[in-house]
């Protein structure tokens, strides 16, 4: 990452600003998008990414995911995995918590486009009497799709095995002729059915069975990624929380422009992060594109998008961009993988950012909005709640409350509030408050129950490795007081 900070420091020192204003994780639910006749608070503070997980919380990197139809168009040089990786442990350099590389441990994340599958319609058309039957390279069918996807065989030759699972496939045809045979691929979204025919022949050495490579399929920019919760990791992962990346597309193409050609390349990935025990923390597609010596999008496409404010902090924020692609062209790929990692781990670092809430506004409010503007929150508090005695069915009064108790780090009693501006009522300002809030303080419990088992992990092993060496001394026959071990020493003979 050292390079590209390089290059923007270069091209971009006069430009820099002081204040640091992205928003993390722990204010999202603070932030609303302004509608009607509303308060708004603004005000900067440090960012507690990962609900306030200690120094040095640990992230498993559990896969990196490069489809079939990806890998046969990386050019040699630019592996997205080697690339990927290198780029993740660099982004959270900088932030509180440490990655530790778990690639090929067998943890997995599975994820994929947030749609009913779309099954790779690439099955082997031709199949030999007594021989296994060769579907694709994979030996499985295969489906893009929000997971889990689950398979079914619709129709079939005598014999016909599909795994409900993984969708491989196993068959020996007995006799001649054609086949004909209907797979079906489901999730929560719907199913997908790919009807295809299959010609059987005798034994011939000299028949050549072609296997299809599935066409790529068409993934809109817009397209939302979804993760499913972390299964079978093994014993060995034990860190708290796991990260997953999918590549979506590994793309370049050459570009003309005033009859000068370019070569422009695009790194899309998706990246899940969950829990270790499957609750999900962020799930986001980012997509950057590189041309040599061109600025790079100064926010990359995100998906979901970033709203409105959240752009504006990135944009003014010098620390995150890199502004200039390198010069050589050979190392596009690696600057687009960088940005790409550091766009995805940036909200996750300690810094300074700048938070807007959206508050209730009601005449009997104005007291307490005032020494908001006064960033006076237990002021504003006590206004809101004397609001609030004074008339128990206003809304708004405790919905502003449950704002100001988050503003000091009191969320317990916040969510409490917001319960209570829903119970009268239930509009979306309130309700969505409520949501993001309980979904984050859930975040936070189960964070922190990981991190006390993991601490009580360790402090068992430590206690049981100080043991041993003990246990073996007193069982040898002598510990003294110090824990020293000594010889046995023959008493001195009496004069």
């Not at 918590?97 to 441990?105: A, I, K, Q, S």
């Not at 039957?133 to 095995?161: C, H, K, M, N």
């Not at 009522?425 to 979904?439: C, F, I, W, Y």
Request: hydrophobic share 40%; glycine share 8%; with cysteine.
């Amino acid at each position: 990452m050292g390079h590209i900070e390089k290059w923007g420091r270069e091209m971009n020192e006069i430009r820099r600003k002081h204040l640091h204003v992205v928003i993390g994780m722990s204010a999202l639910a603070l932030l609303l998008a302004t509608t009607g006749c509303v308060a708004q608070v603004r005000d900067v503070r440090k960012q507690t990414p990962f609900f306030d997980a200690p120094e040095g919380t640990k992230i498993a990197l559990v896969g990196i995911d490069v489809p079939e139809w990806v890998a046969e168009t990386v050019p040699e040089g630019d592996d997205p995995v080697t690339l990927l990786r290198s780029a993740l442990e660099e982004a959270f350099v900088d932030s509180p918590y440490r990655l530790v590389d778990r690639l090929g441990t067998g943890g997995k994340i599975a994820i994929g486009p947030d749609t009913k599958p779309a099954i790779l319609e690439n099955a082997s058309r031709i199949a030999i009497v007594g021989r296994p039957f060769s579907y694709d390279a994979g030996e499985a069918a295969r489906a893009y799709g929000a997971p889990d996807i689950t398979w079914e065989l619709v129709s079939g030759p005598q014999g016909f095995r599909l795994d409900p699972e993984t969708g491989a496939i196993r068959w020996i045809p007995q006799t001649t002729g054609r086949v004909a045979i209907t797979l079906a691929a489901r999730n929560h979204h719907g199913e997908h059915r790919y009807d295809f025919a299959v010609e059987v022949e005798d034994d011939d050495e000299e028949l050549e069975i072609l296997l299809r490579t599935p066409l790529p399929p068409y993934i809109s920019p817009e397209q939302v990624f979804v993760g499913s919760p972390p299964n079978g990791l093994p014993a060995s992962i034990t860190e708290p929380l796991v990260l997953a990346a999918h590549v979506i597309g590994w793309n370049e193409m050459e570009e003309s422009i005033e009859g000068r050609t370019r070569r422009r390349v695009t790194a899309d990935v998706a990246y899940s992060l969950w829990t270790r025990h499957g609750r999900e923390i962020e799930t986001r597609r980012v997509r950057v594109s590189a041309v040599r010596l061109q600025s790079f999008q100064t926010v990359p496409d995100m998906v979901p998008q970033w709203s409105s404010w959240k752009r504006i902090n990135w944009e003014s924020d010098s620390g995150y961009r890199p502004i200039t692609a390198p010069m050589e062209e050979s190392e596009l790929f690696r600057a687009a993988a960088d940005v790409s990692a550091r766009a995805f781990a940036y909200p996750y670092g300690n810094r300074d950012v700048r938070f807007s809430a959206q508050l209730a506004d009601d005449a009997a409010l104005k007291p307490g909005l005032e020494l908001v503007k006064e960033s006076n929150w237990e002021g504003a508090y006590q206004s809101f709640a004397e609001a609030a005695e004074a008339n128990p069915e206003l809304a708004g009064a405790y919905y502003n409350m449950g704002v100001m108790r988050e503003l000091q780090g009191r969320n317990e009693e916040a969510i409490e509030y917001y319960r209570r501006a829903v119970a009268i009522d239930s509009r979306g300002m309130h309700t969505r408050q409520l949501n993001a809030a309980e979904r984050r303080f859930e975040l936070h419990q189960d964070l922190t129950e990981e991190l006390e088992a993991e601490a009580k992990a360790e402090a068992k092993a430590e206690a049981e490795a100080k043991a041993e060496p003990e246990a073996e001394a007193e069982a040898e026959g002598g510990m003294p007081e110090d824990g020293a071990l000594v010889a046995d020493e023959e008493a001195p003979d009496d004069e």
